[in-house]
């Protein structure tokens, strides 16, 4: 490979197999990923991590693709259709949808500026590594949001979101940022230790379960792989109710009964949702005067988009993980990581009115797409 010019590196076309992409770091894709996790810190009321994915998907319009490589035309249909629908649905209920839909739409970006190789998938995990540790630190140091005594926020913002990051995106960190065993293993151990310090009982879940996909899922085959993914997302949402409330978690139960009025709402809502859904940016309830997100991302997205959303967006997710099996069999442990990255996002979207449609979601997908370049590195891979 030739040598790197500039440490932005925007556009190196002497790149022609995906393998030889990741041997150096990629100072832009490292510097704007390391920013993702600052979810509390806002310009212009515009959050700091979505201006830096709009400023790393404009700087991926000025990259060749690895090889050649196109997006799988499966991803293509299945995020045309979604941005499609939520502007139809947008319209048609007469609500502001351009921000939502803005918002998708830079997530689709993320999708196949990975699915293209347009990313540098090393620099993505170093970054989001770097930045994961810095923010967790911070939060323990007490700089930052601290509305949740005794649980990890900071830039994090939320408990619960922050789980949510750290879970997927710490996942992607620890798998991507090296192949060394030793370098993964000191990114695991500060990830691990931040989601504990969450508090967020669907976070460490998710954080079990991704153990459990590393462990045991990889190993299997489409089917059983699949049916493995779904049982642990059940599992979670199956889970009886007085085996929620114990130890550290005992006193959930005035924030456990909110949560049920607001899913009691949310089926209202839905009750009443025509099959477009009631637009993008909808996803919020009304108990007893104030105003809560959805706490349920599967419903969530039916609120904005109908079924035909939630299915979209769940087509997208199954697609970059069935397409990762073969690589994970055969050991691959960044193609396991990815899946499972996107196992944590079926956990998480559980309890979080946001996962789904969420910047993590488009990350663990861009790299699972990307990852599936190296099971074919020369050529363009077309799906």
Known sequence: MSRID?????????????DQADREIRMSDFMLMGVLPLRSIAVAGIPVNELAMVALVGLCLFRPARGGARLPWVVVLLLGT???LLVYSGQANDVEWTRRVGHVAVLAGLVWAGGTGRLSTRSVGAGLATGLIVVMGLAVAGLGSSNYPGRLTGYLADPNAGAYFIAVLGTLAIFFCDERAKVRLVVAVPVAAGLTLSYSRTGLMAGVFVIIWLVVGRRLGVVGGAALAAGLVWVVNNIPEDLTTVGPFSDRSGSDALRARIIRQEQVELASAPWYGHGPGTATVDVRGLEFFFHNSYLATRQEGGWVALILVLGLMVFAF??????ARKGDLRAAGAQAAIVGVAVMAITLGEALLDTPMAVAVAMALGQRLMAVPEGPPDG
Do not use: K, M, Y
Request: hydrophobic fraction near 50%; charged fraction near 20%.
């Open 6 to 18: 500039s440490p932005w590196n925007l556009a190196d076309r002497t790149i022609e197999r995906a």
């Open 82 to 84: 979604l941005l499609a």
């Open 322 to 327: 069935v397409q990762l099996t073969p690589l």
